[in-house]
């Protein structure tokens, strides 16, 4: 069972920057694939970015040139730093990974991007 913790997350102003991480825990699992998430108020769950033990990364349009993703496969952690932040980024970012355990949610972390 792979457990997942994000923390980072917070209020910032548009243009602002943050990172979040996230740390998978647990044991008798390898993570092949790691990802964020983002849901907004009366939205549904979308795809934000996810990076592969390969190091091949993948960005959904809206944060592509604005966020990064990076992970260290061998300390089960993953990150995204989101610069210029914009009121539409304003979402809960759940971190995702893909192991031979299955898949794994955190439960989530605010991002709230206000003036």
């Known amino acids: 069972q792979v457990q997942l913790v994000e923390s980072g997350g917070g209020l910032v102003q548009p243009g602002g920057s943050l990172r979040l991480s996230c740390a998978a825990s647990?044991?008798?699992?390898?993570?092949?694939?790691m990802g964020w998430y983002r849901q907004a108020p009366g939205k549904q769950r979308e795809y934000v970015a996810f990076?592969?033990?390969?190091?091949?990364?993948n960005y959904a349009d809206s944060v592509r040139g604005r966020f990064t993703i990076s992970g260290d496969f061998a300390k089960n952690t993953v990150y995204l730093q989101m610069n210029s932040l914009k009121f539409e980024d304003t979402a809960v970012y759940y971190c995702n990974t893909q192991s031979s355990s299955g898949q794994s949610w955190g439960q989530g972390t605010q991002v709230t991007v206000s003036s």
């Open positions: 647990g044991s008798g699992f390898s993570i092949y694939a």
């Open positions: 990076i592969l033990s390969t190091n091949n990364r």
